[in-house]
């Protein structure tokens, strides 16, 4: 489908993920004899949206459509999407409505010298992420907890990549190290929606799918998330393992950066190995 509009093609495999993620029973029919897919077939989610199966159809297949709202309320409803992914439904079908631009402006992300202070000044490991999760810039407890970002190429220090880097492969025994990876694929699939020819999107997408399995198994679910929060257990060999909250927090100005900040809750143990780690980097930092 060569030339078929990017956004199109988005809403098509977004569609075709969400529908293949029911079943015939949770939307109350019969699963009939022995089927092909495990999912709603096409025409089943035609027939509870009030849709034509060839309508829906051409809309998986990113074909030239051009749905009204009335119509994604009504597949929105059928497919039993959440606030999110009905959010993300809309923006993908009403940026297929335009006539796709010749030529994307994009302006490079710069972190503003404010934001820069900040980090300076936050007592907890912060950094600052573009639209596509690449780190812009961090403080020196993200470092003591996450690693010297310098010691990677700069195409490569993108907490994406990171995470699904081969040689970090001791941190997937974490118990939620799958949803830390959803959730950031979720943030990266958000970013897509907006933007789906972006060079730098598609390079990380491309890569990753290249060279890991379950970058490809994750990015086939098509989940989305726009700023997120949740824990994540870092091994940390001087110290033990940290269990810390995590946040996400849009930088004030044009939409893409934003700050990703580590916290402990106060007088835990973690608190305490987190504060041990800080001390204990900032040892290492001046006896060099």
Known sequence: ????????????????????????????????????????????????????????????????????????????GALELDDSERRHLFTLAR????????????EPETVPAGTRRMLRVLATPAVVLGRHLDVLAWNDLAEALLGDPRDYPPDQLNMLMLLFDDSRTRERQCPDWEQQALDYIGMMRAAVATDPTHPRATAVVGELSIRSADFRRLWARHDVRVSVSGTKTFRVPEVGDI????????????AGPMMLVFTADEGSPDADRLALLASLHASRDTSR
């Open 243 to 254: 269990v810390l909250h995590w946040d996400t927090y849009p930088l004030p100005g044009a």
């Open 1 to 76: 489908m060569a030339g078929t509009h990017p956004y199109a093609r988005e809403l098509g495999d977004f569609l075709r993920a969400r529908r293949n993620r029911l079943r015939p029973q949770d939307v109350g029919l019969e699963p009939g004899g022995r089927r092909r897919v495990t999912g709603l077939r096409r025409e089943e989610l035609a027939l509870l949206a009030g849709l034509s199966t060839d309508y829906y159809q051409r809309m998986e297949q990113g074909r030239d459509l051009r749905p009204s709202d009335d119509v994604l309320d009504a597949i929105a």
């Open 95 to 106: 940026a297929a409505r335009r006539p796709a631009p010749a030529r994307v402006h994009r």
